[in-house]
């Protein structure tokens, strides 16, 4: 694994526990500034390492033309966003889930790419390793999203048996891919994914880079029926990962019951609590916690659309709201904190009991 990294507030920690780890194949840079980061990742995942960079929200706008890059080339790359309030610096050491429109559509074109977020500090292990699998098998960059209260905290936690773990072995093209000894490094499989090439293997030299490219040869071709091709083929490619993630699961409650609160993020803790006093009070009500922000997993529309009510907490203007509205046409209603604070058990009890009202 190579990490690619630049100082920043709240994301630092990463870099600084990153660099002692280098007994196990770790290597890690800090570069000048945040665009320089990325582009080393990038560099490393096109060399056959596994590319990883992270920031919080200032500098992930100032990656997004290199996160683009990774897109059209289509290599893996993990990014970490550790979300602070916003715009700009902002408030460097509060916490915010300000960055989801960031995470899934701030990039310019069509540039679809996962998005995950961790729920909590023990959460983000798994997350992390989720992210690497999509990342390699699906050869795409992802976005994990964290933000400064996990970034910033700490749980109890029992380190897992690594055996419990699916493997997800990688493997690099290493003889020639079409007809007559030609090389195709943009040809897709099934599901649409490219093969990986390491710089160097003999017989397999090919093109790279940010332009368009023909179908199969990626030579350069920004022809309008390629461009369309391309656009849509790199679309289904992720489109497709929702049938290679879990369905859907309920964390507390039923489905079908009277409200859903439904999360991502750092708002498990309180939401969890709140729902659980309330379900202890009688109130129907159940808790949805979303992992895989992009794309959602395929039971998703249907599970909500089950319930009477939806309300989403959300420390941002309501981003996760819109996004379910759009998708899948539910009167998700927003609970919204913008204050640099986490929510507070108490904040969510009385939603709830206001939109059961």
């Known amino acids: 694994m190579f990490f690619g990294g630049y100082p920043i507030t709240p994301a630092s920690a990463i870099l600084h526990y990153l660099a002692k780890l280098k007994e196990f194949g770790v290597t890690t840079f800090q570069a000048e500034d945040e665009i320089a980061a990325i582009a080393s990742a990038i560099g490393a995942s096109y060399a056959g390492q596994l590319g990883v960079t992270s920031s919080s929200g200032p500098g992930i706008a100032l990656k997004g033309e290199a996160m683009g890059l990774a897109i059209m080339t289509e290599l893996p790359l993990v990014i970490v966003n550790s979300q602070r309030g916003g715009p700009s610096t902002g408030l460097p050491t509060k916490t915010e889930q300000s960055d989801l429109y960031q995470a899934v559509y701030g990039r310019n074109g069509d540039a679809p790419m996962p998005v995950i977020a961790a729920a909590s500090p023990g959460d983000a292990f798994e997350c992390a390793i989720e992210a690497c699998r999509l990342a390699v098998q699906f050869m795409t960059p992802v976005m994990l999203l964290t933000d400064g209260y996990i ?44 093969p990986w090439i390491k710089p160097g293997t003999p017989g397999l030299m090919h093109r790279i880079g940010g332009i368009e ?124 904190k913008v204050s640099g604070q986490p929510f507070t058990i108490a904040e969510i009890e009385a939603a709830i009991e206001g939109a059961l009202a």
């Open 151 to 194: 970034a910033n905290a700490a749980e109890p936690w029992k380190v897992p048996d690594p055996a419990t773990f699916t493997p997800f072995p990688v493997s690099f093209l290493d003889a020639a891919n079409g007809e007559g000894g030609k090389i195709l490094p943009y040809k897709r499989d099934a599901n649409g994914v490219r």
């Open 213 to 336: 490219k023909a179908i199969d040869t990626g030579d350069l071709d920004y022809a309008p029926a390629t461009h369309a091709a391309q656009t849509e083929a790199r679309k289904a490619k992720i489109d497709g990962i929702a049938a290679h993630i879990p369905p859907q699961a309920v964390s507390q409650g039923s489905a079908g019951a009277k409200l859903a609160v439904v999360g991502w993020g750092s708002t498990y803790g309180p939401i969890h609590q709140a729902v659980k006093r309330a379900r202890a009070r009688g109130l129907d009500v159940a808790h949805i916690h979303i992992r895989h922000i992009w794309p959602m997993p395929a039971n998703l529309g249907d599970l909500l659309k089950g319930y009477g009510k939806i309300l989403v907490p959300e420390m941002n203007t309501g981003q996760l709201k819109t996004v379910l509205r759009d998708q899948f046409l539910v009167d998700a209603k927003p609970l919204n």
